[in-house]
């Protein structure tokens, strides 16, 4: 077995979640014994992390965090390392040049799962950042985006999440972004933010991928190499 680090923290709920999702789906593969994970949870500050969801300001700020998560995690003994959250992937390139071991990317293994089941239309929901940057540049699929204002809500929706403030006021409240695209006959929705798979929506005839539960299926691949 491999061993995966995981730069966490980001937040911390979702790093969790992302580690249950490891041990439980290396249980279904392997019988025989857990996975080796190591986890590095940055001290993010809470403002600078406020600002960046809602705002798309103040990026610069986390790639020094990122960067000694990801040298951290190398000298603990990773064999190769993985981020469970899609906005900081604006970073991935400076994370890659700091180490020696792969950094698997949730938007590269996003789009393999796409391309594997020749999905070409998709509704994207995302951060402010995510969705600025147009970090989701896939290829060959077409992407539809969140008006203005829904855009607004999902910021404040992912702020609630990272902030452990979130309630089914909030699912309702995706659910009917969501119906939104149902109603456009668009019927495959990415979250492309891992904090989103916290309120688990579910409605009828869309069907739903998390980025997260996505690189977890890669991470565990490369793990039991």
């Known amino acids: 077995m491999q061993t995966t680090g995981i730069i966490g923290g980001l937040g911390p709920e979702t790093t969790a979640e992302f580690y249950l999702k490891l041990i439980f789906s ?22 600078l992390e406020q600002d960046f969801i809602t705002k798309a300001q103040g990026f610069e700020k986390y790639i ?4 000694d998560a990801a040298k951290r995690l190398e000298n603990g ?16 390139d400076a994370v890659r040049q700091v180490v020696k071991i792969p950094v698997l990317s949730i938007v590269e293994e996003t789009e393999k799962f ?7 239309e ?24 969140p008006i203005e204002k829904d855009q607004e809500k999902i910021g404040q929706l992912i702020n609630n999440l990272v902030r452990s403030r979130y309630s089914e006021k909030d699912q309702t409240e995706l659910i ?20 989103l798979q916290l309120l688990t929506p579910i409605y009828a005839g869309t069907e739903i991928f998390d980025s997260m539960a996505i690189l977890a299926e890669a991470t565990i691949e490369k793990i039991l190499k």
């Open 176 to 195: 009917k972004i969501i119906q939104k695209f149902a109603k456009k006959d668009i019927k495959h929705v990415v979250l492309a933010c891992t904090d």
């Open 26 to 47: 290396s249980f279904e593969k392997n019988k025989k014994k857990r996975p080796p994970v190591l986890i590095w949870s940055i001290p993010l500050e809470y403002q």
């Open 114 to 120: 796409l391309k594997k089941r020749d999905i070409k």
């Open 122 to 145: 998709i509704a994207l929901l995302a951060t402010n950042p995510t969705i600025k940057t147009n970090l989701y540049n896939l290829k060959d699929i077409k992407i539809h985006l």
């Open 64 to 67: 020094p965090y990122l960067q």
């Open 77 to 92: 003994g990773a064999d190769f390392i993985v981020i469970p959250c899609n906005s900081v992937h604006l970073a991935i």
